[in-house]
């Protein structure tokens, strides 16, 4: 049974381009949530959703950032126009429908942008 | 505001002792209180869920502690091994468990 998983594992930018990060939930998993932690602090939460909705966006950035669980296919978190303060760590977690506190979390993304 | 206050900021152990790393919480109204481990470089790893009628709970050699009185937790980690060595989370939950307040963390160091 595999865990959740992230890709890429690392991704480099340069200023202005986007990036896309990929999150796949566990099998049965129908809630994801993202986010983002910098270097030498704690995670912060940015976004919860489930196919096809978002249910919760207080801690997404209003600019630049979007996120999306498509019927079929992975969870996308997009930086649009990256800048070097996205660098971070972002992490996936994701849960089963009625049980939201039993969250897993993936490896991570580690974003660099030059 | 819903905060959570982790202490101590960091720890250094020697490998075999006894630790205990603290937690206070404002958040309510209360769901539930979780401790994660986090490795360096990887995802948090789940360790002890609570709810409010739970004042203890056990994972090996792990035991996290409640007190939703004075809302306060700890997670006390016996005979300290290297592998030990990773930061601690606590995560407080309110409404019913949807939404979430993560703690700065505990970064633990044990030596050899």
């Known amino acids: 049974n595999a865990g959740v998983m992230q890709n890429p594992r690392h991704l480099v930018r340069r200023r202005g381009q986007e990036a896309r990060l990929r999150c796949s939930p566990m099998?049965?998993?129908?809630?994801v949530y993202w986010y983002r932690q910098l270097p030498e602090e704690g995670l912060k939460f940015m976004v919860y959703?489930?196919?096809?909705?978002?249910?919760?966006e207080s801690g997404m950035p209003k600019e630049r950032f979007s996120a999306e669980f498509p019927k079929e296919g992975p969870s996308i978190l997009r930086i649009q126009q990256v800048v070097r303060g996205d660098s971070a760590a972002y992490f996936c977690?994701?849960?089963?429908?009625?049980?939201?506190?039993?969250?897993?979390f993936g490896p991570g993304t580690r974003l660099t942008v030059t | 505001k819903n905060q959570v206050e982790q202490s101590p900021q960091s720890l250094i152990i020697l490998e075999g002792k006894n630790c205990t790393l603290q937690?206070?919480?404002?958040?309510?109204?209360?769901?539930?209180l979780r401790w994660y481990k986090q490795d360096t470089g990887r995802g948090p790893v789940s360790l002890t869920i609570m709810t409010f009628s739970e004042n203890t709970k056990s994972n090996g050699r792990y035991t996290a502690t409640l007190d939703a009185d004075t809302k306060q937790s700890s997670l006390h980690i016996t005979a300290s091994q290297l592998s030990d060595s990773a930061s601690y989370i606590c995560v407080v939950s309110d409404n019913y468990g949807q939404n979430f307040v993560f703690g700065p963390g505990t970064r633990l160091s044990v030596l050899p």
């Open positions: 937690c206070n919480y404002t958040v309510s109204p209360f769901s539930n």
């Open positions: 959703l489930q196919k096809e909705n978002i249910i919760d």
């Open positions: 099998k049965g998993h129908s809630h």
């Open positions: 977690a994701s849960s089963p429908a009625g049980a939201t506190y039993e969250q897993y």
